[in-house]
C-alpha cells in the first residue's frame, strides 16, 4: 500500500490548531495515518512513501461550510427567486456549486434544505464517486409556517402537517431537520421580530428528530422565535442578526450554537444579485447586524460560519468574524474544529488527527496570522484524494523514498 507525506512549513495539527513548523502528514487508505516531524519523517526513511513537499504553505483540516444550499447560487441574479425554477435548473446550478466550493477548499457542507430533495440526490451521488463536490450533511426540504419566510421552504400549517413533512425528511435519511422560525431580516417595526410557527410545531419537528438522534436546526434572527426554539428544544441557531443580550444568555445556559453568516448584510459585494428591497434594507441595518452579531461573538457562545450560498466566499465570512472580535484561531475553528464538533462529525473530519479522514487543504501563508490566505486555496485533498493542486508539489514528479 503507497503512503503519501505532505510535508509543508507549518501543520496546524489536532483540535487546539497547534502550529507544527516543519511538519509531516502521512496519508493513507484515505485517512491520516501519522503527523510527525520531516526530520523525524526521514530520518526514518520510511519505505514505499511517496512525498510532496509545500515547502512555505501551511497544512490545515479542509474547510466545512455550515451554512449552504447546492441549488441556489447567490453568485448570480435572482437567485431567491430562481428557488421557484423547475427542477432541472435547480440540478444543473448544483452541479457547478458543488464543484467551486470543492475547488475553493470545501471538503464538507452543510446543505440547510433544498427544493425536491435535491440536496438528498447530491449527496448519495457524491458517495458513489458520481458527482464532484464535498460530503454533504443535508436537511431534505425545509419547513416554515404557511405565511412565514423562507424561500428555500415550503409552507405547513399545523402540528400534523410538520410531523408529516418530518417524517418525510427523516425516510430520506436527512442528516438534521431544519425549521424557519422568524423573518429574515430586521423588520420595519423597531423591536419586534415576526415569527410564524407555534412552540407546539416547533416542538414536534423536535421530538421526531429526537426519535432517530438528529438535531433540529433553525433559521432565526433573534426575538419571540429564538426563545420558543430554545424551550422547544432546537439545537443550532443560524443568522442571529438582531440577538440581544438576554437571548445570548439564554443560548449560553443551554448551550446551544449559532451559525454566522453575516456577508448577507456585511458584504456590499452581494448586492447587485439581490432585489432592490432587500439592499435597502441591507443598508438600513447594517450596523444594527453588526452591533448584535459582534456582542455574541465577544460573548463566548460556540459559534461556527457559513454563507448561506455565496459559493466560494466562506474565506469572507472568515474574516467578518474576526472584524466582529473573534480572534483568527476561533474563527478559523468556525470552519473546521468547532464546525465539525457542531455537525457531530468531529470523528470523521474537522482536524488533522491521526485515525481521521484526510481532509487536507494547503494554503499560502498561516491563517492564524491572516485569515485572508483562506481566499485562495491552491491545493485540495478529500479523503485522501487530490482533488486539486496548482502548487509546485504538484508540478514535480515527487520522490520514492
Known amino acids: 500500500m503507497e503512503h503519501l507525506a505532505l510535508t509543508a512549513k507549518n501543520i496546524l495539527k489536532g483540535s487546539g490548531l497547534a502550529p507544527l513548523a516543519d511538519g509531516c502528514v502521512i496519508v493513507s487508505d484515505g485517512k491520516i495515518e501519522k ?76 446543505c440547510m434544505g433544498d427544493r425536491f430533495y435535491l440536496d438528498v440526490t447530491c449527496r448519495n451521488e457524491i458517495k458513489k464517486g458520481t458527482l464532484t463536490g464535498p460530503e454533504l450533511l443535508v436537511a431534505g426540504i425545509g419547513m416554515r409556517g404557511i405565511h412565514g419566510h423562507g424561500y428555500v421552504g415550503l409552507g405547513h400549517s399545523g402540528t400534523e402537517e410538520f410531523r408529516k413533512r418530518s417524517r418525510e425528511n427523516l425516510s430520506k435519511n436527512v442528516d438534521f431537520l431544519k425549521v424557519f422560525l422568524t423573518a429574515g431580516s430586521p423588520p420595519l417595526v423597531p423591536g419586534w421580530i415576526p415569527y410564524y410557527m407555534t412552540l407546539e410545531e416547533i416542538r414536534t419537528v423536535v421530538e421526531e428528530g429526537k426519535q432517530l438522534n438528529k438535531m433540529t436546526c433553525a433559521h432565526c434572527i433573534g426575538g419571540k422565535g429564538l426563545q420558543l426554539g430554545v424551550e422547544a428544544g432546537v439545537d443550532v441557531f443560524d443568522h442571529i442578526y438582531c440577538i440581544n443580550e438576554e437571548q445570548i444568555e439564554l443560548l449560553k445556559k443551554h448551550n446551544k450554537w449559532v451559525v454566522l453568516t453575516s456577508g448577507i448584510f456585511l458584504d456590499p459585494e452581494r448586492e447587485p444579485f439581490c432585489p432592490p428591497a432587500f439592499v435597502e ?52 475553528k468556525g470552519v473546521t474544529v468547532n464546525a465539525a464538533r457542531m455537525c457531530r462529525i468531529d470523528d470523521k473530519t474537522g482536524t488533522l488527527t491521526e485515525g481521521l479522514r484526510a481532509d487536507i487543504i494547503a494554503v499560502r501563508g498561516n491563517p492564524l496570522e491572516n485569515v485572508s490566505c483562506l481566499a485562495a486555496v491552491p491545493f485540495v485533498m478529500k479523503g485522501g484524494r487530490i482533488v486539486k493542486d496548482e502548487t509546485a508539489a504538484g508540478n514535480r514528479e515527487a520522490a520514492i523514498f
Not at 82 to 90: I, K, N, R, Y
Open 281 to 332: 434594507n441591507v443598508h438600513k441595518n447594517r450596523e444594527l447586524v453588526f452591533r448584535c452579531v459582534s456582542k455574541a461573538v465577544t460573548s463566548g457562545l460556540r459559534f461556527t460560519i457559513g454563507t448561506d450560498a455565496y459559493h466560494t466566499f466562506l474565506y469572507k465570512e472568515v474574516a467578518y468574524a474576526c472584524d466582529m472580535g473573534a480572534a483568527a484561531v476561533d474563527a478559523v
Open 35 to 110: 503527523i510527525t516531524t520531516k526530520e523525524a519523517f526521514f530520518r526514518e526513511s520510511t519505505d514505499h512513501c511517496r512525498v510532496m513537499d509545500f515547502g512555505n504553505c501551511t497544512l490545515m483540516p479542509g474547510l466545512i461550510e455550515c451554512h449552504n444550499h447546492v441549488g441556489m447560487d447567490a453568485r448570480l441574479p435572482q437567485h431567491l427567486e430562481s428557488m421557484e425554477g423547475p427542477e432541472a435548473m435547480l440540478a444543473l446550478t448544483a452541479v457547478k456549486t458543488l464543484h467551486d466550493d470543492l475547488m475553493s477548499g470545501v471538503t464538507t457542507a452543510r
